[in-house]
């Protein structure tokens, strides 16, 4: 039997798609509702089977839904979820997919109050790609999702949450917003970042040269300027201290290098390589 019989997804792009998708092709719901601004983007997502039906309202997406996603851009998250939860059935619990988490529960305690279940979801898969079209069942097969209850939240509905995404393949942990925003400044958006500046500092005139290395490090930079504009955003205190944390190690690998001081720079490069390879492949 299907873990639900109607599932909204607001904002099927690469994220959202996958979701349908993973849902549809597992049989874990009756029906996945998509719902966007554009009726373009949404005969996409219907065109690649991440959804049964599509709709620009989103009254009529979530007026049946047991289970809600908001997919969108951080900036909209806010937003869609107060539209959602207006409309949708009382019982409906509402999530996200956004990766940042603080300013927009805060935001939401404001305008809902404490008694909508919405309880936050980070699922940490993606590429530098975007749209329907490069959406994929196994998306989040293996890959982390952090979800985000407060104090509120009600456990039985904070556990639904967590059993979806297990569904889908993830592995699940639980953070505070403070935390998860906290790890992943450092983990991902410093990272991209960086990666955007390396990409920017590069002379063109060398890129016919530019090989694996870096090609993988400045892959992220890729990715969708707006969103990332967005994120950095809504956690600029975290990404701030983790750019400080940053700049304190490359003050001190330029100095090595300035100085020659190889006993220095090999601990810096083994600092890295022993931080890195415990990660693995």
């Given at each position: 039997?299907?873990?639900?019989?109607?599932?909204?997804?607001?904002?099927?792009?690469?994220?959202?798609?996958?979701?349908?998708?993973?849902?549809?092709?597992?049989?874990?719901?009756?029906?996945?509702?998509?719902?966007g601004r554009r009726a373009s983007s949404l005969r996409k997502a219907k065109q690649h089977e991440t959804v049964d039906a599509?709709?620009?309202?989103?009254?009529?997406?979530?007026?049946?839904?047991?289970?809600?996603?908001?997919?969108?851009?951080?900036?909209?998250?806010?937003?869609?979820?107060?539209?959602?939860?207006?409309?949708?059935?009382?019982?409906?619990?509402?999530?996200?997919?956004?990766?940042?988490?603080?300013?927009?529960?805060?935001?939401?305690?404001?305008?809902?109050?404490?008694?909508?279940?919405?309880?936050?979801?980070?699922?940490?898969?993606?590429?530098?790609?975007?749209?329907?079209?490069?959406?994929?069942?196994?998306?989040?097969?293996?890959?982390?999702?952090?979800?985000?209850?407060?104090?509120?939240?009600?456990?039985?509905?904070?556990?639904?949450?967590?059993?979806?995404?297990?569904?889908?393949?993830?592995?699940?942990?639980?953070?505070?917003?403070?935390?998860?925003?906290?790890?992943?400044?450092?983990?991902?958006?410093?990272?991209?970042?960086?990666?955007?500046?390396?990409?920017?500092?590069?002379?063109?005139?060398?890129?016919?040269?530019?090989?694996?290395?870096?090609?993988?490090?400045?892959?992220?930079?890729?990715?969708?300027?707006?969103?990332?504009?967005?994120?950095?955003?809504?956690?600029?205190?975290?990404?701030?201290?983790?750019?400080?944390?940053?700049?304190?190690?490359?003050?001190?690998?330029?100095?090595?290098?300035?100085?020659?001081?190889?006993?220095?720079?090999?601990?810096?490069?083994?600092?890295?390589?022993?931080?890195?390879?415990?990660?693995?492949?």
């Open positions: 039997m299907p873990a639900w019989n109607t599932v909204a997804i607001i904002g099927v792009g690469l994220i959202g798609g996958s979701i349908g998708l993973g849902l549809r092709r597992r049989g874990l719901a009756r029906r996945v509702v998509g719902i599509t709709t620009t309202s989103i009254a009529k997406g979530v007026a049946d839904a047991e289970l809600i996603i908001v997919g969108t851009p951080v900036s909209t998250i806010v937003d869609m979820v107060v539209q959602a939860a207006s409309h949708a059935p009382a019982e409906a619990i509402i999530t996200d997919a956004g990766s940042t988490k603080s300013h927009i529960l805060h935001q939401l305690r404001e305008r809902l109050g404490a008694g909508r279940p919405f309880i936050g979801s980070h699922p940490l898969a993606g590429s530098e790609k975007s749209g329907p079209e490069f959406a994929s069942e196994d998306l989040f097969e293996g890959r982390l999702t952090v979800v985000t209850p407060t104090r509120q939240s009600d456990p039985e509905k904070v556990a639904r949450v967590e059993a979806f995404w297990e569904s889908l393949g993830s592995r699940v942990v639980r953070m505070t917003p403070e935390a998860h925003d906290a790890a992943v400044a450092e983990i991902s958006h410093m990272p991209h970042l960086i990666a955007s500046a390396l990409a920017a500092a590069t002379s063109e005139k060398h890129l016919p040269l530019a090989a694996t290395g870096w090609r993988d490090t400045t892959r992220v930079a890729a990715g969708e300027v707006e969103l990332w504009r967005q994120i950095v955003g809504e956690n600029r205190a975290g990404v701030l201290k983790s750019l400080d944390k940053f700049e304190k190690v490359l003050s001190k690998l330029r100095a090595a290098v300035e100085r020659g001081d190889d006993t220095r720079l090999v601990e810096i490069l083994e600092a890295g390589k022993r931080i890195r390879d415990a990660v693995g492949s």
